[in-house]
């Protein structure tokens, strides 16, 4: 019995050994032998130089670009969107650098958890060049904290909450190519003044840093650009069903316009409950990009029917992306027209990355590419004046890259209609 | 000291924790009422808001009173807690929801809307009651001998279980039931507005209590079933098939929750794979509240429930300038549950065991 004991003692040990020097991560993903090119840089010194080293590819290895947007639950259309954008991307592309593209893609879950999640799985695989996502920015400022940990750069063609790229807790390898949400607080305010010619708002958002932070900047416009006042700001929890406690204390205040940026499985929620609130029946309904999908329109019903929801302008200029890429996106998604309304900003942040690559790689004479992630960085930073489908975009220090244009749009007969600017 | 003891009719030494208690009963007395009386102060909401705070909190009570029937019943019988019975009221909701969206787009509900309205309501009952005897079956059967903590994690892993199972079904999207034509707009009682779904909620779960009522006080089962909750063994030799009472139960608790669940879906008409957990941990506070093992506890929980959940969070904390209570509801309700079992443990109504 002993001898057994201590020979499955010895075997379990040797496995343990054996699997942690199997698993994934474990071996260094810097250069390592094969003599280089003579012309151009030296792949050995340049990765031995770069602070997270560069991610290798075989002659024939297919380039890995990671995703992390919403692709299940509730918010499932805004994820699927961008993911859409990229697939796009990657068909019209055809290869980079020589090398084919493939796409490694997670949930990020539209929360902290799952972003978290997300980000740890993806930094496990060292063949990822660069992530596109993510959709939330709750999700965002966690994968953007440890994507940026291990040199992996985060690209978000979703994420819109100011914190993330304010000077002061910005992620060195982060960026976005939609807009900052100081932009669209603020459009969204100017047309409340200027439009609906509304005196007082009231606002709801979910506790997530995107709806709190939109809807305190809609708030700061709102008071400062046309005197308005704001009766009261109030928050609810994800997950809540129950709304009519707080749309009754938004009613005694006698808002005019009632602004609430948040997600489908709550926005439908509230939109549904506050038209059988008494007092909120004169009360305008508006709400942001979280809410412009047809998800929203399927669970709200007939209550969504004159809601105004701001959000990316999708009025591109130029012809390639009626002509090109929507008939592009419908072949691949199977939809027919699009579910969200960040799939061109994806489009965009995939041939950026895309273009950096093409920029900063690096090849020895045995045929292997090599991208030193903090010239990446530094590549997709420079980027200006890229003409993408969203515009010209340049990227600032902080990480805003977006030609950020923001339109209203209202629910008609069950369809959304631009009507501003 | 023995003076002041005598004069407040205290027979035996004060302890630590009695004082602690006595304090503490005294600071929840007092916050409330201060609370209370300050909110009432600011003025914040009219009493025509009140009022209909207390209206849907009154019909919200009726959904957890029946999903808390569920809870009462089982324990009443097993003595365990049914923690999958939230998974239950789910399983009934969602796959009717397939049922009410086939009817919508073949247009039957639009020409018939009672009888589709009937139609998805007894899709969801069978549906549950299914769900809930083949977890009795497969769950708790095989572990009826087995010590009380075995069952209570088996019945957290079946919930879990049936989460995902149904997460995987159906997909982890939300989905929103058509509206019922019939259902819309309000009654006016005096000075109150009712909406016509609150009314149909309230009313409804009446007539299931009801039914319930008088299932267990006049059919043959009902006896069964009030033999074996007092004595299985006895019952067992008096000739009642336990096993067949107890599926009984659970068929019973099934369909009330999948009624409860469609209920649900006309006060918030979404439905989730999600959406039974926390209403079913709130149906068990229910049950709790009101006395565990006694359906008319579970009831009276239930209604005094909602009502806390509706009325409670800003009734108390708007008077302390505390912004947003309504982000403390589930706070609020389980906080009476805790000072319910260290105040009267036996709930409301008492226990089964008590009356």
Redesign the interface.
């Known amino acids: 019995m002993q001898r057994l004991l201590r020979w499955s003692a010895t075997i379990t040990v040797l496995l343990l050994v054996l699997a942690a020097c199997a698993a994934p991560g474990a071996s260094p993903s810097s250069s390592a032998g094969g003599s280089a090119v003579a012309s151009g840089q030296d792949p050995t010194t340049v990765c031995a130089a770069d602070p997270f080293g560069c991610v290798k590819y075989g002659p024939t290895d297919p380039i890995n670009l990671g995703t992390s947007l919403a692709i299940?639950?509730?918010n499932?259309s805004l994820g699927l969107d961008s993911q859409y954008g990229v697939k796009v991307a990657i068909a019209l592309r055809g290869k980079v650098a020589g090398h084919d593209v493939k796409e490694t893609d997670t949930d990020d879950g539209c929360s902290a958890d799952g972003g978290t999640t997300s980000a740890t799985q993806l930094k496990a695989d060292p063949t990822i060049v660069a992530v596109v996502g993510t959709s939330c920015s709750s999700a965002g400022i966690k994968a953007a904290e440890i994507l940026s940990a291990s040199g992996i750069f985060l690209l978000s063609p979703s994420n819109t909450a100011p914190s993330l790229t304010d000077p002061a807790s910005h992620q060195p390898f982060y960026a976005r190519t939609a807009h900052n949400d100081k932009i669209q607080g603020a459009a969204m305010a100017d047309f409340a003044c200027t439009v609906l010619k509304v005196k007082s708002a009231a606002t709801i958002n979910d506790?997530s840093p995107y709806a709190q932070q939109l809807q305190q900047v809609f708030a700061d416009n709102f008071k400062s650009k046309c005197a308005g006042t704001i009766t009261t700001q109030?928050?609810?929890?994800v997950?809540?069903?129950?709304?009519?406690?707080?749309l009754?204390?938004i009613?005694?205040g006698k808002p005019n316009l009632l602004y609430y940026p948040i997600f489908?499985?709550e926005g439908?929620?509230i939109t549904?409950q506050a038209k059988?609130t008494?007092?909120l029946e004169h009360t305008i309904l508006a709400g942001a990009d979280g809410i412009q999908t047809p998800?929203f329109l399927?669970?709200?019903?007939?209550a969504a029917e004159g809601m105004y929801m701001s959000g990316p302008d999708l009025a591109f200029s130029g012809t390639f992306y009626e002509s090109t890429f929507i008939p592009k996106y419908k072949e691949i998604s199977g939809e027919s027209a699009p579910i969200s309304v960040f799939h061109a900003h994806a489009f965009d942040a995939t041939n950026m990355i895309f273009d950096a690559i093409e920029k900063v790689k690096l090849t020895d004479a045995a045929g292997n590419l090599y991208i030193p992630r903090t010239a990446l960085k530094d590549a997709i930073f420079a980027t200006a004046n890229f003409k993408g489908i969203t515009g010209n975009l340049t990227c600032n220090s902080d990480g805003d890259c977006a030609n950020a244009k923001i339109s209203v749009v209202q629910v008609k007969s069950g369809k959304y209609v631009r009507i501003w600017p | 000291m023995a003076m002041v003891r005598r004069l407040l009719g205290l027979h035996e030494r004060l302890s630590v924790v009695d004082v602690v208690l006595a304090l503490l009963r005294i600071g929840v007395v007092v916050l409330v009422v201060t609370g209370v009386w300050a909110t009432l102060n600011k003025g914040t909401f009219t009493l025509k808001a009140w009022e209909s705070l207390a209206v849907s909190g009154v019909a919200l009570g009726a959904v957890y009173a029946l999903i808390a029937l569920g809870y009462t019943l089982v324990y009443g019988i097993l003595f365990m807690i049914n923690f999958a019975h939230g998974e239950v009221f789910m399983s009934g909701a969602f796959t009717a929801y397939y049922v009410a969206q086939w009817l919508f787009l073949s247009g039957f509900l639009a020409q018939n809307p009672v009888v589709a309205f009937l139609i998805v309501l007894l899709v969801a009952m069978l549906v549950s009651a299914t769900i809930a005897v083949v977890l009795e079956r497969v769950a708790y059967r095989p572990l009826r001998n087995a010590p009380r903590l075995v069952p209570l994690i088996t019945a957290i892993g079946a919930s879990l279980f049936l989460q995902n199972t149904f997460r995987g079904l159906y997909g982890a999207g939300v989905k929103a039931y058509p509206s019922w034509p019939m259902f819309t707009g309000s009654l006016h009682f005096g000075d109150v507005e009712i909406r016509v779904t609150q009314i149909v909620v309230f009313v409804a779960a009446i007539l299931l209590m009801l039914g319930l009522y008088w299932f267990i006080e006049r059919t043959r089962t009902g006896r069964a079933m009030r033999a074996v909750s007092e004595n299985k063994d006895v019952a067992a030799m008096m000739g009642i098939n336990v096993d067949r009472v107890i599926m009984t139960t659970f068929a019973i608790g099934g369909l009330l929750a999948g009624a409860a669940g469609i209920l649900y879906t006309l006060l918030f008409n979404q439905v989730l794979f999600s959406m039974g957990f926390v209403p079913g941990i709130k149906a068990f506070t229910a049950a709790v509240l009101g006395g565990i093992g006694n359906p008319v506890g579970a009831m009276v929980g239930g209604l005094v429930l909602g009502v806390l959940e509706s009325i409670g969070p800003y009734l108390l904390l708007d008077g302390f300038n505390i912004p947003t209570p309504n982000q403390l509801t589930t706070v609020v309700a389980f906080l009476v549950l805790v000072l319910v079992l260290i105040f009267r443990p036996t709930g409301i109504l008492g226990t089964k065991d008590a009356t």
Do not use: P
Request: aromatic content about 2%.
């Open positions: 299940t639950g509730a499932s506790g109030e928050a609810i929890t997950g809540q069903t129950d709304f009519n406690s707080v009754t204390k009613a005694a489908v499985a439908a929620l549904q059988q008494a007092g998800d399927a669970a709200a019903g007939s």
